[in-house]
């Protein structure tokens, strides 16, 4: 459903959020760990997450990456929106490039309703409201 670097970058801002809710600044490293992600595809992601501002990075021997109060407000919609464009929250569920309400395709319909789903959820989920379950390792980000 998502790029392979949108899940990369969602599951990369819950961690950072996680690990940076103490003011703590995380490294490439510990995130490509954390996330089961190759370092240097990560850092391309987390390079571009940071200049269009979704998160903040510092750098130095105390550097690293991190969430600031605002970036905690962002939404996983706001994540795919910035890495995968809105496509897949407007676009035809078979990709036609005429999909329309007076022209639809057949699965119009039923992908409309569950794209507004979809949508609604990941508008509603914060980056920064799983923290707690994460720690108690009620959700995860990587493969056991």
Not at 32 to 57: C, H, T, V
Not at 83 to 105: K, Q, Y
Request: glycine fraction near 6%; charge should be positive; proline fraction near 3%.
């Amino acid at each position: 459903m998502f790029s392979k670097t949108c899940e990369y970058a969602i599951r990369a801002v819950l961690f950072i959020a996680q690990k940076s809710k103490d003011g703590n600044k995380v490294s490439i490293k510990e995130i490509a760990k954390g996330i089961n992600s190759p370092e240097y595809f990560i850092a391309k992601i987390l390079q571009d997450l940071s200049r269009k501002k979704m998160i903040q990075s510092a750098k130095g021997p105390n550097g690293g990456f991190y969430l600031n109060k605002q970036s905690l407000k962002y939404s996983l919609a706001d994540v795919v929106k910035t890495i995968d464009g809105d496509a897949i929250f407007s676009g035809c569920g078979l990709g036609l490039e005429h999909c329309s309400e007076t022209r639809p395709c057949p699965i119009h319909h039923k992908f409309k309703k569950i794209r507004k789903e979809l949508y609604d959820m990941l508008r509603s989920a914060r980056l920064g409201e799983f923290n707690e379950r994460l720690e108690k390792s009620l959700l995860h980000l990587r493969r056991a």
